[in-house]
């Protein structure tokens, strides 16, 4: 019950590299958006988006896969609204058994069922003032949305057990990694429910077409790993990057993290080689040179393919453009076009 709710804290977090120019953005990176790591153009246009909600009281639906950062978003857009003082509570609605979530949520009075020993606050009415956001949204059972739209529609509580109303003001923050438009379709999720959850819709791009971004992301869990970790003097070699931008990332950000741990608690010598690799990384990675297409039935984008082959040569390379440009048989002018027009970016300064 402890793992599935919890309040986030007020401590500010590491500031990311500044955002190069060549995109077209201006974010004002705030306290909370520091933490989301990455300057690739899909997952600026979402943060683009977050910051001039965060000011508001809309409610937001979060999308991304498990691992991309969703509480972590909905944080940042927390710390960035006018209630960031007040607080911040987290429920995943996946992790809490059916029978005590309605409990858990909107609180009961006593006597209301077997062990109601005297009242208890929800977590709805604890976020209070504040966020409440709602992980996995996807998994509330039906009969619960109907109680989630009473507080959408007019901000109204009725705990378990009573016939009275409790007017709340909280702002509704949900995530998950389901296709919610699906499950309305399907009827297992209420449509007006939807519709509600849905005013301001943002999706976190997963890790494997933010292939510009695993630099920055490795360097950064690198670092933090080792401090925790009494390893100050392990080194990455960058020759292993091309093994962590062709790796697919089903786990998404929280998987390399995970990875990046396990290599520096691991690690034989004082770098990390090769063989400090998992098997899914060495085994998903063949040498430069060879390239691993795979031929999809629905096409591939030849777009996306030469993007990942400048960087990849960009990486293998040290990102020594000269020696870039000389190892794919182009000019260097050719290498620095082509790399703009991506949107391709070194992120390891």
Not at 144 to 164: A, D, M
Not at 318 to 344: C, E, P, V
Request: charged share 25%; glycine share 8%; with cysteine.
């Amino acid at each position: 019950m402890q793992s599935a709710l919890k309040t986030v804290g007020l401590g500010l977090v590491r500031k990311a590299s500044a955002v190069e120019n060549a995109f077209p953005t201006s974010l004002d990176y705030k306290a909370g958006f520091e933490a989301i790591i990455g300057h690739s153009w899909a997952l600026m246009q979402s943060l683009d988006i977050a910051r001039r909600a965060a000011a508001t009281n809309a409610t937001l639906l979060i999308r991304g896969e498990t691992g991309t950062g969703k509480e972590l978003l909905a944080h940042a857009v927390h710390l960035n609204s006018q209630r960031r003082q007040n607080p911040f509570i987290t429920i995943n609605c996946g992790a809490i058994p059916k029978e005590l979530l309605e409990s858990e949520l909107f609180g009961h009075v006593r006597g209301s069922f077997t062990g109601a020993v005297g009242p208890k606050k929800g977590l709805v009415e604890a976020a209070h003032t504040g966020t409440l956001f709602l992980d996995e949204i996807g998994e509330m059972p039906l009969e619960l949305q109907v109680k989630l739209l009473r507080v959408l529609q007019n901000g109204e509580i009725q705990k378990v057990g009573s016939t009275n109303g409790h007017i709340v003001d909280v702002r509704t923050i949900a995530a998950t990694h389901r296709d919610l438009a699906s499950m309305v379709e399907a009827g297992t999720f209420r449509q007006d429910l939807y519709y509600r959850l849905s005013v301001i819709p943002l999706e976190i791009p997963p890790l494997r077409t933010r292939i510009e971004d695993i630099p920055e992301l490795v360097h950064y869990f690198f670092a933090k790993a080792k401090h925790r970790n009494y390893r100050e003097a392990l080194t990455f070699p960058e020759a292993l990057m091309p093994y962590f931008t062709s790796y697919h990332w089903p786990g998404n950000v929280r998987e390399l993290e995970n990875v990046i741990e396990r290599l520096v608690v691991l690690a034989r010598n004082e770098e990390v080689g090769i063989s400090d690799l998992p098997d899914s990384l060495r085994s998903d990675n063949p040498p430069m040179g060879m390239l691993k297409l795979p031929l999809h039935p629905d096409g591939v984008s030849l777009v996306a393919v030469e993007k990942e082959l400048l960087l990849r040569a960009l990486q293998s390379c040290g990102w020594n453009q000269t020696k870039a440009a000389k190892y794919l048989h182009i000019s260097r002018k050719a290498l620095m076009y082509r790399s703009d027009k991506h949107g391709i970016r070194r992120t390891d300064k």
